[in-house]
């Protein structure tokens, strides 16, 4: 199994900056993509980024596109989701996740198959 765990969440101002850490140990070849999803209060958890390591194809759902990078550290198994201009919408829990596939649609993305979620990283973005 994967283990993820995150970190790099915190209070930013709006306009402002951040980047996202998501460092997977355990069976780290059992997956076939890798990304990040976020849950606003009181809303469903949604996709924001993914990428599949065996081809770095990126995926960005139309809310971040353009204002967010997802990358990679294949040597230290970790990804990163830098994002910028932040603005309230952006406000939630942001967690990482495994899967075994992907699918596109709609400005969106979800995985056939959620293998392992990380506990999360808090972001707030308020004045």
């Known amino acids: 199994q994967v283990q993820l765990v995150e970190s790099g969440g915190g209070l930013v101002q709006p306009g402002g900056s951040l980047r996202l850490s998501c460092a997977a140990s355990g069976s780290t070849s059992d997956y076939y993509v890798i990304g990040w999803f976020r849950q606003a209060p009181g809303k469903e958890r949604e996709g924001v980024s993914c990428?599949?390591?065996?081809?770095?194809?990126?995926y960005y759902s139309n809310s971040v596109k353009d204002r967010a990078t997802i990358s990679r550290d294949n040597a230290n198994n970790i990804i990163y989701l830098q994002m910028n201009n932040l603005s309230p919408d952006d406000t939630g829990i942001y967690y990482c996740?495994?899967?075994?596939?992907?699918?596109?649609?709609?400005?969106?993305?979800?995985?056939?198959?959620?293998?392992?979620w990380g506990q999360g990283t808090q972001v707030t973005v308020s004045s």
């Open positions: 996740a495994t899967g075994s596939g992907v699918t596109y649609s709609a400005g969106t993305f979800r995985f056939s198959r959620y293998n392992a």
């Open positions: 990428i599949t390591p065996v081809d770095g194809t990126k």
